[in-house]
């Protein structure tokens, strides 16, 4: 299975899972470009028409959107990741569908230099609801999905870090910025940061 990534985008939640679950992976980098992105100097595009990452590749089937690619990786896991049937099953799916489509596109446009300076106050309060929101979802075991961690929460740590990079104050979710600390030291989570090159050195 070939994993295309660029570091630290949505992306690394499907590296981070990829890892815990043991599935072997080839993971490759995505080099942004205006002209179009590139993988080894060939254009991405011919992968992913839209130029976006995730994108799974696994034989005959290519799997693109952060939250059904996550999915995909759970189902290949044999329960290491979230549980493939029943009620667990669709609180897992409509988990990653809240992260997707509430915070992770809420916060994207935190990222662009062009958003106009009076808009951004907008879309730090819907990132602010929408964390209060996701810190709710932290179960009593300490994972938003049962007892144990799954693709869900790889990918909210994944978009937590983007809050660091967003220089956020994060004082008003105690309960989140453990959580990003615990699931940020997993052995899969580090490995993943490093390959990444997303560590600090030491």
């Known amino acids: 299975m070939e994993l295309y990534y660029i570091p630290a985008a949505c992306s690394l939640a499907a590296h981070i899972s990829c890892l815990e679950a043991e599935i072997p ?6 080099v942004m470009d205006p002209a179009g992105n590139k993988v080894d100097g060939e ?4 992968i992913n028409p839209l130029g976006l990452v995730p994108t799974i590749v696994d034989g005959e089937t290519k799997i693109s959107e952060a939250a059904i690619v996550l999915q995909y990786i759970a189902d290949k896991a044999d329960g290491k990741l979230g549980k493939v049937t029943g009620d667990e099953r669709w609180k897992l799916l409509e988990t ?3 992260i997707s489509t509430e915070l992770h596109k809420t916060m994207a446009p935190l990222f662009r230099p062009d958003l106009p300076v009076e808009a ?6 819907m990132a602010a609801n929408r964390l209060t929101e ?4 932290i179960g009593s075991a300490g994972y938003l999905v049962g007892d144990s961690f799954t693709v869900a ?3 909210l740590f ?3 870090g983007w809050c660091n990079f967003l220089k956020m104050d994060m004082s008003p979710w105690p309960k989140l910025v453990e959580y990003a600390q615990r699931i940020g030291g997993r052995p899969a989570v580090l490995q993943a940061l490093k390959e990444e090159g997303l560590l600090s050195p030491a």
């Not at 992976?25 to 995505?30: A, G, I």
């Not at 254009?43 to 011919?46: E, G, Q, R, T, V």
């Not at 951004?120 to 309060?125: D, L, M, N, S």
């Open 153 to 155: 929460d790889a990918y």
């Open 96 to 98: 990653l569908n809240f």
């Open 134 to 137: 996701a810190e709710k979802r």
């Open 120 to 125: 951004r106050p907008f879309f730090e309060k």
């Open 25 to 30: 992976t080839t993971c490759r980098m995505v």
């Open 158 to 160: 994944t978009v937590l």
């Open 43 to 46: 254009d991405y595009s011919k």
